[in-house]
């Protein structure tokens, strides 16, 4: 298995220019989730999804949106980006059994808008 | 949601045991203490959880106090490659499904030296 499997790794993007993330799992989790992580500080929740056609808002959704139309897919969309999205973006994906499921993440993807 | 308090940073020999507490004074009954880490850049990795009881596997032990207001996270024989920033997590569900919500704080940087 590979895992959770994230594209691209490192990306620039100009103010107002969109782009996809993509994230991928093959352990056909159910559940799947975007975190954000600046600099020196811990992950935040962006969105997540508990089975494909069905996604909801984490801690930090504004300026992103995303869609589950499969269950090994999750892809990540920024329509206008901006300077304040400049993180490293994390997907993670788990079974979704219960109280003591666990999570997977990705590798990450580096995004530096200027 | 229970929050958590780590100390920001830990240094320990290679080979000696590191012990890594963690405070969550307001945990719920039912809510579980996690424990992941992040190498360098990479995504979180988990470690361990456990809800009263301590609890071991081949990478740590948790030990949790009584009143489960305090928890230590335990790597037996650390090594270089354990140098790492460790995150205590308390588990929240969402209000819809069992999906979780993991809160990253932090975290405890852990530096293991020669």
């Known amino acids: 298995n590979a895992g959770v499997t994230q594209t691209p790794k490192f990306r620039i993007l100009k103010i107002g220019q969109s782009m996809t993330l993509q994230c991928t799992q093959d352990?056909?989790?159910?559940?799947m989730y975007w975190y954000r992580q600046d600099p020196g500080m811990g992950l935040k929740l962006i969105y997540y999804?508990?089975?494909?056609?069905?996604?909801d808002k984490g801690e930090v959704p504004n300026g992103y949106n995303v869609s589950r139309s499969t269950t090994e897919d999750f892809p990540l969309r920024l329509e206008l980006a901006a300077p304040s999205q400049t993180s490293v973006y994390f997907c993670?994906?788990?079974?979704?059994?219960?109280?003591?499921?666990?999570?997977?993440f990705g590798p990450g993807t580096r995004l530096l808008v200027l | 949601d229970a929050k958590t308090t780590q100390p920001t940073s830990m240094d320990c020999a290679e080979g000696r045991a590191a012990n890594l507490p963690c405070n969550h004074s307001?945990?719920?009954?039912?809510?579980?203490v996690y424990w992941y880490r992040q190498i360098h850049s990479q995504g979180p990795q988990y470690i361990i959880h456990?809800?009263?009881n301590n609890e071991t596997n081949e990478m740590a032990s948790l030990i949790i106090t009584e009143d489960r207001k305090s928890s230590t996270l335990i790597l037996p024989h650390a090594t270089l490659r354990d140098t790492a920033v460790y995150y205590c997590?308390?588990?929240?569900?969402?209000?819809?499904?069992?999906?979780?919500?993991?809160?990253f704080g932090t975290g405890t940087r852990l530096q293991v030296t020669l």
């Open positions: 993670a994906s788990s079974y979704g059994v219960g109280r003591t499921e666990t999570q997977y």
């Open positions: 352990m056909n989790h159910n559940y």
């Open positions: 999804s508990v089975g494909a056609g069905i996604t």
């Open positions: 307001t945990i719920s009954g039912n809510e579980y």
């Open positions: 456990g809800l009263k």
């Open positions: 997590i308390v588990r929240v569900d969402f209000d819809t499904g069992t999906a979780s919500k993991l809160t």
